[in-house]
């Protein structure tokens, strides 16, 4: 059936309303790159520039100038994002792994106590967590970092999701059938299987470590630990704030997640909204 | 497959094998889901439990953990007589509203439009609107706070440019733009900015939760009632609104949580730490909310006691509102 499109003025104006919304959405990503190229001084001009200069190196020389150790923060974030998503994948694979095939007694209500850690609000765990970290000897260690996001119900969610649809039960009999362990089960015949969901997981996991802000706040008390967010904040103070230059580190802090977005924008969007849809 | 095939056994040798192994079908279910439960208990429950123990004393964590004293209910008390808690639970749900609401109200309708009228943009317009939400808000809300500065904000260069547009010798617009460039960072205009962020960082977040909704709704019901000659904003009022129920439900919980624990974007837009440390929240604290409180009594004023009672009557708050919109909810369909 063909359909003409044909528009009136109520659509038009629906057009362009939805149009300025995503100017609205990009705009400051627009500027914080544009901002990223130009001195302090092009940027406190009026009008501010709309276009890229050719600062970017000078504005990431006073970032290194304010911020020493942006390399190593840099690092660090980096470090801590791929060691949480190689153990979220590993752990997480293995407890969805779990819950879609065996059964097992208190499976469900197991599976219930998984997913209801979601409701507990981040802000509840911020000061019994600078205590534990400090019980442990873990303050200004990266693996006070990512030992507490190592194994996300989110994660678990999505895998046992994954596995339960994608994996033939009568796969894995026939794998035990031939001798295959347990976890040599897991090791051999899920883990190749689970691809598409690894690589959710993972974007989404390496992405909310990438971002994480509370836990480094209150963990990380030398500047050369930090991460990139709680470097970029310390930026912000007393005396003239360079723009430039704080564009400048939000653009490599923020260019990662671009990358994986435009990357894998649909998966991405599918994975996270996934655990409020189906939880 | 090929690693299954250099594994097969023969069976006598697999079943000696099976005896001796203590990952058997029945253990290896609990073994596989331990990781999560022994990480939550140590990094999750531990500190939910250990925080309610801390709200019954006072602690100042540099005294070490001997220096905790029981004081009964005398933080929740002073927590719930404190002025600058009722102010910062006044900002909180300020901004959730002013926020929270037109993140919906803005979301419905634009996913309503992507849904009917975009086929193939749909999925790049919709990643356009959610990508501030994967975005670290850290970095953004830095970037928000140079364009919002007030002399040479872009924000406030584009307000008064736009009331100095000329038609023919007239500035129609001169009545709705300011003059002057405004200060955002008075009192007044705090909560309004943070608002204004929230709300972009979340509407597209809504708008995939509420498009997700629409995709399920049967394409024929709409067929039908155009059949029947029921116009575009008709099938809208009676077809989708009434079917997105359990999805606005869902999502305004989501908005409810969310937004009563901010922490990230006020922390930011209104400088971090002042001067000392102590002027959390921006001029007048206008922008202090009940997270930053919590964290400014703990980390600033080194009261884990009484930052302990903030955590958990935010949290009855958060529960309690989560339970007034269920029973709203319920109540009227």
């Not at chain 1, 990009?26 to 001009?45: C, E, K, Q, R, W």
């Not at chain 2, 849904?115 to 501030?132: C, D, K």
């Not at chain 2, 204004?196 to 049967?218: E, K």
């Not at chain 2, 009563?260 to 000392?276: A, C, V």
């Amino acid at each position: 059936m063909e359909r003409r499109i044909i528009l009136d003025p109520g659509q038009w104006i629906a057009f362009m309303v939805v149009a300025v919304g995503a100017m609205i959405m990009l705009g400051p990503f627009y500027f914080m790159f544009v901002f990223a190229t130009h001195s302090n001084t092009d940027i406190l001009s009026v009008p501010p520039p709309v276009w890229f200069g050719g600062q970017f190196v000078a504005n990431v020389q006073v970032l290194l100038d304010k911020l020493p150790y942006f390399w190593n923060n840099l690092g660090v974030s980096f470090y801590v994002a791929v060691i949480t998503t190689a153990l979220n994948l590993f752990f997480c694979s293995l407890a969805g792994y779990a819950f879609a095939t065996y059964e097992f007694r208190f499976k469900n209500l197991l599976f219930m106590i998984v997913m209801s850690t979601l409701l507990i609000p981040p802000f509840l765990g911020m000061i019994p967590t600078t205590l534990i970290m400090t019980l442990f000897g873990w303050m200004n260690e990266p693996r006070a970092l990512y030992l507490p996001m190592a194994c996300s119900a989110l994660g678990v969610f999505l895998m046992r999701q994954y596995i339960s649809s994608a994996i033939p039960r009568e796969l894995l009999e026939a794998a035990r059938m031939d001798g295959c362990g347990e976890f040599a089960t897991f090791r051999h015949i899920v883990l190749p299987l689970t691809g598409p969901a690894m690589g959710t997981l993972g974007l989404i996991t390496f992405i909310t470590s990438w971002n994480n802000f509370m836990t480094p706040l209150v963990v990380m008390r030398d500047m050369e630990m930090y991460t990139v967010p709680l470097a970029l904040r310390a930026l912000q103070g007393s005396g003239q704030v360079p723009w430039g230059a704080i564009c400048a580190g939000s653009s490599i802090a923020v260019a990662p997640l671009l990358i994986i977005f435009i990357l894998a924008s649909r998966r991405l969007i599918e994975g996270m909204t996934a655990g409020a849809l189906k939880g | 497959m090929s690693a299954v095939m250099e594994r097969r056994e023969t069976p006598a040798t697999a079943q000696v094998k099976t005896r001796r192994r203590w990952l058997t079908r029945k253990t290896a279910p609990y073994v596989f889901i331990s990781p999560f439960f022994i990480l939550f208990a140590v990094f999750g429950l531990f500190p939910l439990l250990f925080t309610i123990y801390l709200s019954f004393h006072y602690w100042d964590p540099s005294t070490g953990l001997g220096g905790m004293k029981w004081v009964g209910f005398e933080n929740f008390t002073f927590v719930l007589t404190d002025d600058w808690f009722h102010k910062s639970l006044y900002n909180t749900f300020w901004i959730a509203l002013v926020s929270g609401v037109p993140q919906h109200l803005a979301a419905i309708p634009l996913a309503f439009f992507l849904h009917t009228r975009l086929s193939r943009w749909r999925n790049a317009v919709v990643g356009l609107y959610f990508l501030p939400f994967i975005t670290s808000t850290v970095a953004i809300s830095l970037v928000f706070t140079s364009l919002f500065s007030r002399d040479y904000g872009l924000i406030n260069v584009l307000l008064t440019q736009m009331g100095q547009w000329e038609i023919a010798g007239l500035r129609p617009l001169s009545w709705v733009f300011p003059t002057e460039n405004i200060d955002w960072n008075d009192p007044g205009y705090t909560k309004w900015v943070i608002s204004f962020v929230v709300w972009w960082r979340y509407v597209g977040w809504n708008t995939v939760l509420y498009l997700s909704a629409l995709q399920t709704i049967p394409k024929d019901l709409y067929e039908a009632a155009s059949i029947d000659g029921a116009s575009r904003r008709q099938q809208f009022w009676h077809i989708t609104v009434p079917l997105l129920r359990p999805m606005m439900f869902l999502a305004i919980t989501l908005s409810i949580i969310g937004n009563l624990q901010l922490f990230e974007e006020p922390f930011i837009l209104t400088g971090g730490l002042g001067p000392g440390g102590t002027s959390i929240g921006g001029p007048d604290q206008a922008g202090k909310t009940a997270a930053m409180h919590m964290y400014a009594t703990a980390y600033i004023e080194s009261d884990f006691g009484t930052a302990s009672a903030v955590a958990w009557l935010l949290f009855l708050i958060i529960a309690m509102m989560t339970w007034a919109n269920n029973k709203a909810f319920k109540e009227k369909s």
